[in-house]
């Protein structure tokens, strides 16, 4: 299996890697609706205890994706994406039985610090995708990953309410069985991407780590300010996962079905715009303009979440925010032409250390925001302040792209292996 991709096996191994993506985004999806209760079911049914034992799991994870990521990039650019991708899906494989046969906390929170570390499937993917697509298709094919993230997080958030409802492990039983196949299926079908002319000379440690990859997106004509605009909206978008139930349950009294069915909704929308939508917009509008359209739209989107007066006009909230789906592969589409193919797998891994710092932030700030501005005795007594503060980010971003977003000066030379 260290071959490299050969046009009859091309199709095998993207439906691999749609497959690996799906299963990352179901790990996230599952998890929300049974992950805290299953954390309050250990701590004897108290609320606030079980909030702040998700909030230590939730940074917990950030830091370690954060410190772990890099690494697995610089791991998969020297020794291939194959070898990076099984363990990254056994890593994910482990922590769901972890939380299924969990008997204390502790052996909960390691399984997390388990997922964390090993969590660069995602990253890797998005690498292995650079190598084996021309760079004028390579939004085209990020726009594939993002179909993957919409039917993970549709299929993610039902399978735990369903089978959560009858018992709180069941989902995670299911899902680690899930990452076992695509273990197997990986480690007897999948091709390498990478051939070994195109990989880095050695592995060094002084660019696997979270500094060092800052390094190379300072090494880079504009590839500071392209990882500047993919970090802020990550931060502004975590406020989604962080307060959404919270928060539409405190504006509208929405209860776990309607906020679930709200999660289902969100998905369909993100699935029909990365499958219809996304490569015919990148092909018309190009790169550049189809991450400035997403940027502005998911804007507006959250503008519209954070002040909308009914239920109904946050629904188009929803829609308008679908087209938010243009942005991860506009962006990633331009960051992958301005590194070498011995680079993709680092550029990814610098990408998913930014992540990490956003999973590590967001909830804290978020959630923040949210308790000061319903507080029975808050000065400004405004829910969506912490939405509003999302907006604005995904302003700045906006702002700061129109002069980021340029195509590359000398993009290198696609690393096809097919």
Known sequence: MSEPVTK??????????????????LSFGVMIPVLPNLVKSMVGGDTATAADYTMVFAVSWGVMQFFMSPVQGMLSDRFGRRPVLLLSIFGLGIDYLFMALAPTLAWLFIGRLINGATSASFSTANAYIADVTEPKDRAKSYGLMGAAFGIGFVVGPAIGGWLGGYNLRWPFYLSAGLALINWLYGFFILPESLPPEKRAPKFQWSKANPVGSLVLLRSKPGLFSLASVYFIFQLAHNAFPSIFVLYVGHRFGWGVRQASLMLVVTGVVSIIVQGAVVGPAVKWLGERRALLVGLACTSTAFFIYALAPSPLIFLSG?????????????????????????????????????????????????????????????????????????????????????????????????????
């Open 8 to 25: 009859g096996r091309r199709q095998a191994a993207v439906a691999f890697i749609f497959a690996t993506a799906v299963m990352d985004i």
């Open 318 to 418: 929803i829609l308008i925010g679908g087209l938010s789906g243009l942005i991860a592969p506009g962006i990633q589409g331009l960051m992958s032409q301005r590194v070498s193919p011995s680079e993709q797998g680092r550029l990814q891994g610098a990408n998913s250390a930014m992540m990490g710092i956003s999973a590590i932030l967001g909830p804290g700030i978020y959630l923040t925001l949210l308790a000061f501005a319903v507080r029975q005795e808050a000065v400004l007594h405004l829910p969506g302040l912490p939405i509003l503060a999302a907006a604005l980010l995904n302003v700045t971003a906006l702002a700061l792209a129109f002069r980021a977003a340029r195509a590359a000066p000398s993009a290198p030379t696609a690393s096809l292996s097919v």
